[in-house]
């Protein structure tokens, strides 16, 4: 699925935005077009023996980052 995470130049407003073909995403703040792409982050799941467990180095299976509630 074409899901890509963009910045908005105008506003500075962080967003994702799924784009189909030649669409050109609008800010849902602001309504600009003057929009920066941005890196994209995934997560991944894959199973360890003894249960699952998570990529990305993350001490939960809640978030890819180890930033939620629950890896503290």
Known sequence: MPLHDFLC????HAF???????EQPVCPQCGGTELT?????FASRTSTKGG???SGGSKCSGCA???CSTCH
């Open 16 to 22: 994702e935005a799924l784009v189909m073909g030649a």
């Open 37 to 41: 792409r941005q890196m994209s982050t």
């Open 9 to 12: 130049r105008g506003c500075g």
């Open 52 to 54: 699952s467990g998570s």
């Open 65 to 67: 980052g180890g930033s």
